[in-house]
């Protein structure tokens, strides 16, 4: 019967504790920069530090930051103005620490860097607080592009599951 074949081809996807996982389009930028975010580590509530939010491929010698939101339920990447980047994660959202890429002006050397389990230990993060353990995070890097048609680009962007 259709169903039962239907059925046989289901496959169900369940997040653990620790995953992490890239999606969306990040834009590029005017010197031809596509930003890449990622994480290494184990996002833990109970770890004062060891997951750590990195964008390479960043515009070097701007400003930038990570910012997050705990749900993207019913939402969908939108267009980030008119530049080619992405809105991927959905509002409400908050902005972490602002920071330098460092490397080279003109160039696609600079990376933005930060510890989040240090900022939510820290006290640095306040959207989704307290975290214990199991709650989902979208994160996305922001930096400055001032030639573009927005001034600025935005990465791809991260999902990760806490683990308690």
């Known amino acids: 019967n259709i169903l039962d074949d239907v059925t046989s ?65 019913g939402f969908s990447p939108v267009p980030w103005g008119t530049s080619t980047s992405f809105l991927c994660v959905k509002a409400p959202t908050q902005r972490m620490s602002v920071l330098n890429s460092g490397g080279t002006l003109g160039q696609c050397d600079g990376v933005l860097s930060a510890d989040w389990n240090a900022c939510v230990t820290s006290g640095q993060i306040g959207l989704g607080a307290p975290f214990a353990g199991g709650e989902q995070v979208f994160a996305q890097a922001w930096f400055r592009d001032p030639p573009s048609t927005k001034t600025t680009h935005l990465s791809d962007a991260l999902e990760f599951l806490f683990c308690p």
């Not at 890239?22 to 184990?42: F, L, Q, R």
């Open 9 to 73: 081809q289901l496959v169900v996807t369940v997040a653990t504790c620790g995953s992490i996982s890239a999606y969306c389009t990040a834009g590029t930028t005017t010197n031809g920069c596509n930003a890449a975010i990622s994480g290494a580590g184990t996002p833990d509530a109970n770890a004062g530090s060891g997951f750590v939010l990195s964008a390479t491929n960043v515009e070097g010698q701007k400003q930038g930051l990570f910012f997050y939101g705990i749900s993207n339920a």
